[in-house]
């Protein structure tokens, strides 16, 4: 098929949410069964505190709920610091892609710095699946 929408699926990873403080926002644990690739997007809305950062860390794991670590930068598509934000970063979307060989994988974004309205979400997309067309 030529189409994209029957050859990927998409997860929320982290539901549309305002964040007020500095409390990470952890991602929903993906599993990668039957798919070979693996991106995030984030999305940003307007972001009201003057001087806030938000990191971007990517975990793996070989169990779903135990064991995850960082993913090493050679097994990245693009880098965190890239898929990362400051409070100047209104409205944007970012993506970071994942190449390791782990099944599970986890996002989590920890702002600093945060005492404002922080909207963001981030969904994962799986493609490259094993089989098609995928629902």
Known sequence: MRDIASNIAVRAVIAPVVVSDNTAAVGTVIDRLGFDSL??????????????????????????????????????????ADASFTFANDGVVRKLGYRGHKRYTRLTITPAGNSGSAPLAAVAILGHAASRPVS
Do not use: R
């Not at 993913?71 to 990245?76: C, I, P, Q, R, S």
């Open 39 to 80: 991106a995030y997007v984030i999305a940003t809305g307007t972001l009201a505190d003057a001087d806030a950062t938000f990191t971007v860390l990517l975990e793996e794991s070989d169990a779903s709920g135990s064991g995850f670590t960082a993913v090493a930068d050679a097994d990245l598509i693009g880098t965190e």
